[in-house]
């Protein structure tokens, strides 16, 4: 692909992403998408035979998989408490970082069962089994099931990721008060130490 095209078919992801997210998915038209774009239709389907296809190549366009294997990378070994703390921040970062992908995979759950989600997951799950473990050998963790672990870890991202998304507008202004960093320690502190105090339980 020269320039040109690379050029143009750039334009057109960005243009389908905006009219996406102004007119939604399934109300959006390629005739939307070719006037955002200010190109005819022909050009516009000479890429992207049909809906379907633009919204594969956003995902593939937007794919955070090199900054999430990057992030994993990164995580030091040290109790397992820091490290979860550690991971935690590093995936929510990245995860803010792309907004965009997280809103074209809401699509995807919607349109192709969320096959671009579980790719992700897919792709990571070596590397972040591969922290379980070593978060495991410092002798910290209850002996509970790898699946039951990964599962909570990967609601407590995802749940921080949309539950901004869930809250009427003056809720999200509230929220931003309060740094990312004391938001994210504040869910794992619930996460590590639960909700009751000591006594309680």
Do not use: C
């Not at 057109?12 to 239709?41: N, P, Q």
């Not at 999430?68 to 490290?83: C, I, K, P, S």
């Amino acid at each position: 692909m020269d320039a040109e095209q690379n050029s143009e078919t750039r334009l057109i992801l960005d243009s389908a992403l905006g009219v996406f997210r102004k007119k939604g998915y399934f109300d959006a038209t390629l005739d939307d998408v070719a006037r955002a774009s200010h190109i005819d239709i022909q050009t516009l389907t000479s890429h992207f035979p049909d809906k379907e296809a633009l919204l594969a190549s956003l995902i593939k366009a937007y794919n955070p998989i090199a900054d999430f294997d990057a992030a994993l990378d990164a995580v030091q070994d040290g109790r397992a408490e820091d490290m979860l703390r550690d991971v935690m921040r590093r995936m929510i970062e990245v995860s803010q970082k792309h907004e965009a992908y997280f809103e074209l995979v809401v699509i995807d759950s919607q349109v192709n069962n969320g096959s671009a989600l579980m790719s992700l997951s897919a792709r990571l799950v070596p590397k972040a089994n591969s922290i379980l473990q070593r978060m495991k050998a410092t002798g910290d963790l209850r002996p509970l099931s790898d699946l039951i672990v990964a599962r909570t870890l990967i609601s407590l991202l995802m749940g921080f990721i949309v539950s901004e998304r869930a809250m009427p507008q003056v809720a999200r202004v509230a929220m931003r008060l309060f740094p990312p960093r004391a938001w994210i320690d504040g869910m794992v502190d619930i996460l590590i130490y639960g909700l009751l105090e000591d006594n309680a339980r």
